[in-house]
């Protein structure tokens, strides 16, 4: 049992059988956990032996996830919260005191910016931001109270990358953490940690549900980190519910298939789009034009399901091409069977001025896809009448 893939590990790791013998794992709906005797109370509290106590702490179907996503990326240990958002902060807060600096790439999903530059701030914890495109200049902005580099990659929603090899090296060098949100790429199609990460982190919401039913977040890495991070939640509380974390171990048995259609419809919707008439250019990680193929070649498995392109004209006819497609959904989420289009420019980096957009690659007319599951000829045909009645 012990030498099973990462993938096995995916479909079978299973919270242990009850006396009812079930196949498929049951919902543990339970605030508390009861003991036999007050030896055996006490030993849990003092953690001698390892029992579930209360459901803020541990509960089986929130650490039957944890598992498999950390077998699935390689790592020693992992925990399951209620959200991404709550992932994120949680590590954060379990790692980082005041007077202790982030160097962050500038590309960051917009709550992850609200925290580094409204929050942490009031705790004494700065940070600063760097481009993914100049990576030359990361080095010299390693200060000496630097403790965490935060990465997305692919980023959200300009489609960049960051090299996880060369950031990995360098993170070892300056004896800094290294934190990936990994949300995009997924377990699947890149494992952070076998780049030098030391925390890999997911929002759980995304493709690990893969069906924009339930909310989660995860981080995986080294045990000493993410035992600092789960004592951190289990003392503040951003406990994921049983039944969301029955909900998305169930999804992780799929993800590998998910992640490969996902793939492969995004890449020939990418082709597809490059080249045609209204269409400024494309982005897509495994698209030979994309100025990091390499890089992503050399760090993922497959380009997963999110490209970006820009349609000519701007601001009006990215609105334009919104309001004319008919399968795709305009809805604030990612990573669903249902394929999913937004135009951040008018939408979710709105309140950014225009240099902080360029900065991270928002042109007015960018459109973020987030290719699904559906028969891909008909999301093709919504997006090419959509293109139509945009720049006509
Ligand atoms: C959605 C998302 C998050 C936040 O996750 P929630 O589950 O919404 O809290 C964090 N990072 C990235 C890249 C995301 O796409």
Known sequence: ?????????????????????????PMFLTSSFVFEDSEEMRAAFAGEIDRNIYARFTNPNVEELSEKVRRLEGAEA?????????????????????????????????????????????????????????????????????????????????VDLVDLKWLGKLA????????VDNCFATPILQRPIEFGAHLSLHSATKYIDGQGRVMGGVVVGG???????????????PSLSPFNAWVLSKSVETLEVRMEKHS???LVAARWLEGRTGVASVRYPFLPSH???????????GGGGVLAFVVEGGLEQGKRFMDSVKLCSLTANLGDTRTIVSHPASTTHA??????????????????ISVGLEDLRDVIADVEQALEASTT
Request: hydrophobic share 40%; with cysteine; glycine share 6%.
């Open 78 to 158: 992992g925990h399951s919260m209620a959200t991404g958002m709550a992932a994120v902060f949680a590590t954060f807060g379990a790692l980082l005191s005041s007077g202790d600096h982030i160097l962050a790439c500038r590309s960051l999903f917009g709550s992850t910016h609200t925290i580094l530059t409204k929050i942490l701030p009031r705790f004494g914890i700065t940070h600063t931001y760097v481009d993914a495109a100049d990576p030359d200049s990361w080095p010299g902005e390693i200060r000496e109270n630097t403790r965490m580099i935060f990465v997305e990659t692919p980023t959200n929603p300009a």
């Open 291 to 301: 100025p990091q193929y390499k890089i992503a070649k050399s760090q993922m498995s």
């Open 223 to 237: 045990k000493d980190l993410v035992q600092e991070i789960y004592d951190f939640a289990r003392a503040t509380g």
């Open 351 to 368: 309140k950014l001025t225009e240099e902080e957009r360029q900065a991270v690659g928002i042109t007015p007319g960018l459109i973020r």
């Open 172 to 179: 070892a060098e300056k004896g800094v953490i290294l934190v």
């Open 1 to 25: 049992m012990k030498d099973w893939r990462p993938q096995t590990w995916a479909v079978r790791a299973q919270a242990e059988e009850s006396t009812h013998h079930e196949h498929s794992v």
């Open 264 to 266: 492969e419809n995004a």
